[in-house]
Structures are given as C-alpha cells and as structure tokens.
T-cell receptor, first 111, second 115 residues
Framework: KQEVTQIPAALSVPEGENLVLNCSFT??????LQWFRQDPGKGLTSLLL?????REQTSGRLNASLDKSSGRSTLYIAASQPGDSATYLC??????????FGTGTSLTVIP | DAGVIQSPRHEVTEMGQEVTLRCKPI?????LFWYRQTMMRGLELLIY????????DSGMPEDRFSAKMPNASFSTLKIQPSEPRDSAVYFC?????????????FGPGTRLTVT
C-alpha cells in the first residue's frame, strides 16, 4: 500500500523567507501528485498538480517539483507571507484511481 | 461554478442516531470521493464512485457506514447508528475522470460531532 509522508509536521518561519516543504511516497508507480492548502476549519484548496511525466509546476510564488524515481516532491514557497500560514498536504494518485494523502505540514509565517 | 457543495456544514447528534451527509459534485464531474479527516489519522478515503457506481469502498470503516449516488449530481454518506468515534470532518471531492489532470476539488466539509 502506498504511504505518503510529510516532514516536518510543523514549520515556523519569519515573513519574507523562502521555504521548502517535503513530501515522500513509497511506491513510485503514480499518475500524478497534487499539493493542497487547508486553512483551519476549511476544505482543501488545490495549489498545484504535477503529472508523473512532469518534473515541476509553477504558480506565482509556488513551485512544486517531482522526482518520481526517488519518491519525492517538494513545494517551494518564495518570499513567504503571513497569509501563507496554513496546513499543506500532498496527495498521490496511484493506479486504480486511489488517492493517498500525507498528514500535512502546518506552516506559520511570522510577521 | 459553485464548487462542491456539502450539507450540513455542522452536525451534532447523540450516539445511536442516524446521520446523513450530503454532497453535490461540480457539474460535469464524473468521479466522486468521500473522505474523513481526524487529528489522529489524517485524511482517509472512505469510498469513491465513477459514473455513479461505487468502485472501491474498502475504506468504509464498518457496516454502519453506507454511501449512495443515485444520480450524477447527488451523493449521500449515512452512518447508522452513529458512535462518538465517528466524530470527524467528512469531505466530499469530485473530479473529471476523462481529463488527464484528474485534479480533485474538495467541498468545505461537514464537521460531525457525536456525543
């Protein structure tokens, strides 16, 4: 069974700092990987989706990379802002239309 | 587009009562997923449907849980009888299966509290 791990579980950084969130998965046979943001008491908002054939995707200050062979993905946030404070989750889509989620990284950006 | 709609947003009920959660997927989406999120276990997939047909319900915790999708625009998740350990946030998500991106869109969730 696919296992998805996110480290660290929590991260606190000063405003303006660039940061990297990590996601690892045990089975490299994936179709895609999706990064989500979840604000307290809210649903999940899709940030970026990387197909298995792609190496990275960018949206604004966000850049997600994928190394399928090593089972890793990173989410890079440039020039962090207090509004970026949230929990970030990654999810992989495996064969059979199964989606597996990590437990998330709780990010706090300090003004 | 209104996005994925879930109701109710909050539900408080007593142990033993029946609970029904509702979901309306995004129009045109043909796959629907039910998830449960708790602090202890994170986000767990309970069941998903393709074209209104249940494909994999292996995540449904026990027979007290059941899900239906009578048409492309409506799904329910029922718990009968409910127990305190069912307290969690239940999310519904949808996607278009024929799109290569297969990007999931989540509803706002239903926070269930069973006392």
């Amino acid at each position: 069974k696919q296992e998805v791990t996110q480290i660290p579980a929590a991260l606190s950084v000063p405003e303006g700092e660039n940061l990297v969130l990590n996601c690892s998965f045990t089975d490299s046979a994936i179709y895609n990987l999706q990064w989500f943001r979840q604000d307290p008491g809210k649903g999940l908002t899709s940030l970026l989706l990387i197909q298995s054939s792609q190496r990275e995707q960018t949206s604004g200050r966000l850049n997600a990379s994928l190394d399928k062979s090593s089972g890793r993905s990173t989410l890079y946030i440039a020039a962090s802002q207090p509004g970026d404070s949230a929990t970030y989750l990654c999810a992989v889509r495996s064969p059979g239309n199964q989606f597996y989620f990590g437990t998330g990284t709780s990010l706090t950006v300090i003004p | 587009d209104a996005g994925v709609i879930q109701s109710p947003r909050h539900e408080v009920t007593e142990m033993g009562q029946e609970v029904t959660l509702r979901c309306k997927p995004i129009s045109g989406h043909n796959s629907l997923f039910w998830y449960r999120q708790t602090m202890m276990r994170g986000l767990e997939l309970l069941i998903y449907f393709n074209n209104n047909v249940p494909i994999d319900d292996s995540g449904m915790p026990e027979d007290r849980f059941s899900a239906k999708m009578p048409n492309a625009s409506f799904s329910t998740l029922k718990i009968q009888p409910s127990e305190p350990r069912d307290s969690a946030v239940y999310f519904c998500a949808s996607t278009r299966r024929d799109l290569s991106s297969y990007e999931q869109y989540f509803g706002p969730g239903t926070r269930l509290t069973v006392t």
